[in-house]
C-alpha cells in the first residue's frame, strides 16, 4: 500500500517537473547543421552585473563549427565562459577562441562547465521572464535564441530555486 502511494506521488511529481521545464525551455532551432535546444538562463539578484545561460547543441553535419559569443539587448555582450574547480575554488575562465562543436557531437552548456556569460547585464533577470540573444557561430553564423529564465541557482530549467552552484557567494577567480 505505502509502495503504491509512494510510486503515485514520485509519478506525480515527475509529471510536474517535465512541466517545469518545459515551460522555462525555450523552442529548438536549427542553423546549418546545428540544432540548438533547451535554452535557459538563471534569475539573478537585483544589482547582478553578470547571468549564466545554457543549453544544447548537436551538430549533425560533417564539418566542426565553433560557438564565438554573441549579444543579447539584456547584457553588453555574451561570452562563452569554462568553469572549474581547484582546491575547492571555483575558477572561470573565457573561452576567448569559442567552444567547438565537432561533426556528430552534442555538446551541453550547463551549470559548473561550460556555459555563456551575459556581461554587463542591464536589468534582471526575472525567472518565468525570457533573454533573447543573437548567438555566433563561425560557420553558421548569427543565430537568434530565446532563452526562458528560471529561478535564481537553478541547476536545469524547470529546478527549484536555491538548490544549485551559482556565482555570488562562492570564492571565484576569473582569468
Known sequence: MFQSRLAI??????AITSLSAAGAAADDVKAGALQISAAWARATPKGAQIGGGYLRITNTGKTPDRLIGGVTPAAGRVEVHEMSMDGGVMKM????????????ETVE???????????GLKQQLQQGGHVMATLEFEKAGKVDV????????AMTPGAAPGHGTSHDGMNMKMK
Open 9 to 14: 506521488v514520485f509519478s506525480i511529481l515527475l
Open 93 to 104: 575562465r573565457q573561452l576567448s577562441s569559442g567552444l567547438e562543436i565537432k561533426p556528430g
Open 146 to 153: 530565446d532563452f526562458g529564465v528560471a529561478g535564481v541557482g
Open 109 to 119: 552548456l550547463k551549470p559548473g562547465g561550460v556555459h555563456l556569460m551575459f556581461v
